[in-house]
Every structure is written in structure tokens, then in C-alpha cells.
């Protein structure tokens, strides 16, 4: 590979990474000043706390910090007049596009994978210290719908993979058939499977109760298919939750006719969302000058920096209206998107200039 390729993609990634590790503290000491206070543990927990609450920073802040990496890299070439020499070698601003878009696609692959792994659980873990100054992640009063049926769930561990307190019913014509209590469930792999479940029939003749019957069950299997961190995140409406968790609750949810809007909003905004960098990347890196003398430079990076930052704050707007079912969210997402990307294209296949 040629020198000048390492040579921009050292210096975009090492301003990346001061960039990200910049906001990112930024991030984590503001959270900290206004919820470090409400943190009752040790000093350990909050360490703990700081932590987790970078993790989560990392995975909003990184698609900014590869913007402000690609402004920072040009102004600095052309300050130092890298850009002119480069110009005057032939190199055109398409050949000195590519390390910047193939370090920035990298990054975003790997923020990618990372939500399919615990990482995407790092806001929750942030949460669970506030208040309480332990790492408690056990879910409470859990309500959901299986099937035809209702079900509401005491508590749910998902170490251990049991779920307690479990009351199940079906409401068919304004009538409940039938209700099942459950001290206790182990997840199987598959299902759940109820211990020393007791199910109450009700028997109607037209609109009134005549009886109702018991039956008990040592076990008795249901939920097939939910898995903890499913039923978790069905319940918390598409919080945070891996990509494959996602998915499974989609699959779930579409089967039984359940409204997933804030489950597709949830796996738009880690994956299509983040894409608005590269349209991005490419209109400022073809707009900013590749000598000094045509700008002022700071001025220049003042108003890319500002123009970047309004961009991410409004996509970041549009898919809060497209997670609470404002607008669909696949035009939250895709269409703002398309729209930055049309620019970007324009921009990289218009009339080229060399130096």
C-alpha cells in the first residue's frame, strides 16, 4: 500500500481517537456531576459507574468524533500546506478520501459487532448504580403478551435464567378463560418450564360464570421461544438490548401482530443511523479548501464543526420521533440518510480539481 495512504490514515485514526477519548470524558464527567451524588456505594462503584457510562458514550459519540477526526486531519494538511504538496503530485481529493472512509467504515463495523455483545447493555449497567450503588440488573414486574394470552412476571433473573411470581391469563370476548400461577420457572433453551403451575378454568353459559375448575401441574411448558434478555426487553418497549435479541423479539412480536416500532427504531439507530457519517465526511472533506490562503481556517473548522453537530443533533431528534411512533422509523431513519448520501455522491463524482 502506497506511504501517503498510512501517512493520512495515521494521522486521521490518532485524531479519532484523541477526539473520541475527548467527548467521551467530557460525557462521563457531566453524567457523573449530575448523578455521582445518588451513587450510595463504595468508591469502587462509582469507578463502576464512570466505566459502564464511558462504555455507553462510546457507542453515540464515536460517529461525531470520526466527523470532527476528518475535519481536524484537513485543516491540518492544509495548514501545513500537506495538501497543496500533495495536490501537486497528482494525488486528487478522491485518492485522499479513501483512508479516511476505509478507517471510518472499520470503526463502524466494529461498534457494530459490539452491539452484539454486552456492550450493548451499558447504559443499563450505568443506570442500575444510581440509587441503589450496586449492580442490581434483576427486572421487576414485567408485563407481556404470549399468544392469545397475558402475562405478568414478579421478577426475572437472567443468571440464573428463572422467572418468579408468574401469573398467566387469556381474555377471549371480554371474558377471562382461563388463569395459571406459577411460583416459580427455569428457562430451558427452548421454553419455560413452570413448576407447580395451578391453572383456573372459568366456565360461562352465555355471558355469566357458572364455575370454574383447577387443575395442577408439576410442569407445564409456555413462553417458547422468549428467552430472558427477550422478555426484558419486550417489557422495557425496545431498550437497550443486543442485535440479535433484537431481532428474536422482533421475530416474536410480528408473529403475534404486536406493534414493534420501538423495537426497529432501537436497531435503526445502531446501525443505519451511524452510516450518516460517511455522506457527511465526504461534503466536508470536498468543501474545505486545500490551501490556506483561499480561507480562514479556523473559521473554516469552526463552521464544519458547527454544521456537523447540528446534522448529529437532528438525526438524533428524528429518531426519537421515530422510536415513540411519530413518524415511521423507517423513514426516521433511512430517508435523512439517503438524503445526506445524494449530497455526498454529488459532491464525490462532480468535476474534480487538482492543484
Do not use: C
Not at 9 to 25: D, P, R, S, Y
Not at 295 to 322: D, H, Q, Y
Amino acid at each position: 500500500m502506497k506511504l501517503y495512504y498510512w501517512y493520512i490514515t495515521k494521522h486521521f485514526f490518532k485524531n479519532f481517537i484523541v477526539i473520541l477519548l475527548g467527548v467521551t470524558a467530557m460525557f462521563v464527567l457531566i453524567n457523573y456531576l449530575t448523578y455521582g451524588s445518588r451513587i450510595n456505594g463504595a468508591f469502587n462503584q462509582k469507578i463502576s459507574y464512570m466505566f459502564y457510562s464511558w462504555e455507553h458514550s462510546l457507542s453515540i459519540l464515536y460517529p461525531l468524533a470520526l466527523v470532527f477526526g476528518a475535519i481536524a486531519t484537513k485543516v491540518q494538511f492544509v495548514k501545513n500546506n500537506t495538501m497543496g504538496a500533495m495536490y501537486s503530485f497528482g494525488y486528487t481529493n478522491k485518492r485522499l478520501l479513501l483512508p479516511v472512509l476505509m478507517v471510518s467504515s472499520i470503526v463502524y463495523l466494529i461498534f457494530v459487532f459490539l452491539q452484539t455483545t454486552s456492550f450493548a447493555y451499558a447504559k443499563d449497567s450505568a443506570d442500575s448504580f444510581v440509587g441503589t450503588g450496586s449492580k442490581v440488573g434483576v427486572p421487576e414486574k414485567l408485563f407481556l403478551k404470549y399468544n392469545d394470552t397475558y402475562v405478568y412476571i414478579e421478577k426475572l433473573d437472567q443468571v440464573t435464567k428463572k422467572i418468579y411470581g408468574l401469573s398467566l391469563f387469556e381474555i377471549k370476548d371480554n371474558k377471562i378463560k382461563y388463569t395459571m400461577k406459577s411460583p416459580v420457572g427455569t428457562y430451558n433453551g427452548k421454553s419455560w418450564i413452570l413448576k407447580d403451575a395451578v391453572m383456573k378454568t372459568n366456565h360461562y353459559d352465555g355471558e355469566m360464570l357458572q364455575k370454574y375448575s383447577i387443575k395442577n401441574y408439576a410442569q407445564f411448558s409456555t413462553l417458547n421461544g422468549y428467552k430472558p434478555a427477550v422478555i426484558d426487553s419486550v417489557s422495557d418497549d425496545g431498550g437497550s438490548m443486543k442485535l440479535l435479541d433484537a431481532y428474536e423479539t422482533y421475530k416474536l412480536l410480528a408473529k403475534q401482530n404486536i406493534d414493534t416500532t420501538k423495537i426497529r427504531a432501537s436497531v435503526y439507530s445502531k446501525i443505519i443511523s451511524p452510516m450518516f457519517i460517511f455522506g457527511l465526511i465526504v461534503l466536508i472533506f470536498f468543501k474545505i479548501p486545500y490551501l490556506a490562503r483561499y480561507e480562514n481556517m479556523t473559521r473554516v473548522a469552526s463552521i464544519a464543526i458547527a454544521i456537523s453537530l447540528l446534522i448529529w443533533a437532528s438525526f438524533t431528534g428524528i429518531n426519537f420521533f421515530g422510536s415513540n411512533g411519530v413518524v415511521l422509523p423507517e423513514i426516521a431513519s433511512f430517508v435523512p440518510i439517503i438524503i445526506l448520501s445524494i449530497f455526498g455522491f454529488k459532491s464525490y463524482f462532480g468535476k474534480e480539481m487538482l492543484a
